[in-house]
């Protein structure tokens, strides 16, 4: 089992960047897939990006892969998300989530979720 805390939302003007983090605690970190998902009022969760065990892949949705770097520091259980040319659009609720051994492109399929979840930060950005 994983445990896992975000941190680093906020309330930002449109063009703005924020920097997310997602602590884990629990089992090994780096056996993990990491990614980031976001869900806005009245909507589906949505994919926003992910990252295999090593770092070295990483799998981003088409609506942010220009404007977000997902990354992961192994030796400090952390993941991150940084954000930049932020969009009143991009206002939701991001939570970090974890699959055991799977492949950052997996873990943007939304038909098989990942089973560890964080409780999420709220991103509001102001137009």
């Known amino acids: 089992q994983v445990h896992l805390v975000e941190s680093g939302g906020g309330l930002v003007q449109a063009g703005g960047s924020l920097r997310l983090s997602c602590a884990a605690s629990?089992?090994?970190?780096?056996?993990?897939?990491m990614g980031w998902f976001r869900q806005a009022p009245g909507k589906e969760p949505e994919f926003v990006a992910a990252i295999d065990w090593s770092g070295g892949s990483t799998y981003y949705a088409d609506s942010v892969k220009d404007r977000v770097i997902i990354s992961r520091d192994n030796a400090k259980n952390t993941l991150y998300l940084q954000m930049s040319s932020l969009k009143p659009e991009d206002t939701a609720v991001y939570y970090c989530?974890?699959?055991?051994?799977?492949?950052?492109?997996?873990?943007?399929?939304?038909?098989?979720?990942?089973?560890?979840w964080g409780q999420g930060t709220q991103v509001t950005v102001s137009s």
């Open positions: 989530a974890a699959k055991l051994f799977a492949t950052a492109q997996a873990m943007g399929d939304m038909t098989s979720r990942p089973p560890h």
């Open positions: 629990g089992r090994t970190f780096s056996s993990y897939a």
